[in-house]
């Protein structure tokens, strides 16, 4: 017993003399985890910066490949055009329009095979038991 009373100042003054030395020590530790915080901010800043230069300039890319198909499909459309002026000059009118009768018939079953296929998709769908509430 009165060697805790003896030892018990003694110990609160040693820790009262280290206190110092061990908050000089958390505010270092402190203020270098702060500073990999910042540079580790930066990096990503940076990152993002260079990310969004990437984006832009694919924009651009994107930007010239749309006006640079322009021509292509105007050229594609005079080139439809054309085949179907030699078609007509070719086989006559009445050809002409016996293929498009063709073609609206061939448009026709695939509209008709679509909306099969659709209300097939609808009525399973349907068939189905609903969803259980959200709670």
């Known amino acids: 017993m009165l060697r805790e ?9 040693r820790t009262a ?3 110092p030395r061990e908050m000089e020590r958390s505010i270092r530790e ?3 985890l702060m500073e990999v915080s ?3 901010l930066e990096l990503i800043r940076r990152q993002g910066d260079d990310a969004l230069e990437q ?3 694919m924009n651009d890319l994107l930007g010239r490949m ?4 322009e021509p292509l499909e105007r050229a594609q459309r005079g080139g439809e055009y054309a085949a179907e002026r030699l078609k007509r000059a070719i086989f006559g009118a009445e050809e002409a329009a016996a293929r498009a009768s063709i073609d609206a018939e061939v448009i026709a079953e695939e509209t008709a095979v679509a909306e099969q ?15 259980p509430p959200e709670r």
């Open 117 to 131: 296929e659709e209300v097939a998709e609808q009525e399973e769908a349907s068939a189905r038991p609903p969803d």
């Open 66 to 69: 749309v006006r640079l198909t």
């Open 38 to 40: 910042r540079e580790q």
């Open 30 to 32: 402190a203020n270098e």
């Open 55 to 57: 984006a832009e300039r």
């Open 5 to 13: 009373i003896i030892s018990w100042p003694i110990s609160v003054a």
């Open 17 to 19: 003399v280290d206190l």
